[in-house]
């Protein structure tokens, strides 16, 4: 009988640490926000230089092909395809990101360095406006 009470609980815990661990997994790749070293690195000698070439073949097929898309009306959508999109991957995502495209960081970063700039002109307008009277 001990045997089998105690098969079973053991069985009830693996049950719980198979159920568990997955959840664990994903709670950690939900907070893992950045790329690591080995990301930044393979992403720096491998596929950034792939992009690079990827966005030349890319023109040079634009280009080949401009003829026949202009006839169609669909050069634009030609580019965005051949060039716009590989250029994208290759000089806008981060290093060692997955997704084209600024981070929240870069937007934010970007907002306040606007709002700064208006502060700085305003006060200059405002610095401007009573010497000119």
């Not at 966005?55 to 634009?62: C, H, M, N, R």
């Not at 716009?84 to 991957?89: H, N, R």
């Not at 495209?101 to 970007?110: E, L, M």
Request: proline share 5%; aromatic share 6%.
């Amino acid at each position: 009988m001990k045997i089998k009470s105690g098969a079973r609980r053991f069985a009830a815990i693996v049950m719980v640490a198979c159920m568990a661990l997955p959840q664990t997994l994903w709670a950690q790749e939900a907070v893992d926000d950045g790329p690591n070293a080995f990301a930044m690195v393979g992403d720096l000698l491998v596929a950034r230089p792939i992009g690079v070439v990827m966005t030349a073949v890319g023109t040079a097929a634009w280009v080949v092909s401009l003829p026949f898309t202009l006839l169609a009306g669909h050069a634009e959508e030609a580019a965005e395809t051949l060039i716009l999109g590989p250029g994208a991957a290759t000089f806008v995502r981060c290093l060692g990101c997955r997704e084209t495209g600024y981070t929240n960081k870069d937007i934010d970063a970007h907002h306040a360095r606007q709002e700064r700039e208006a502060a700085e002109e305003a006060k200059q307008a405002e610095a401007a406006a009573p010497a000119g009277n």
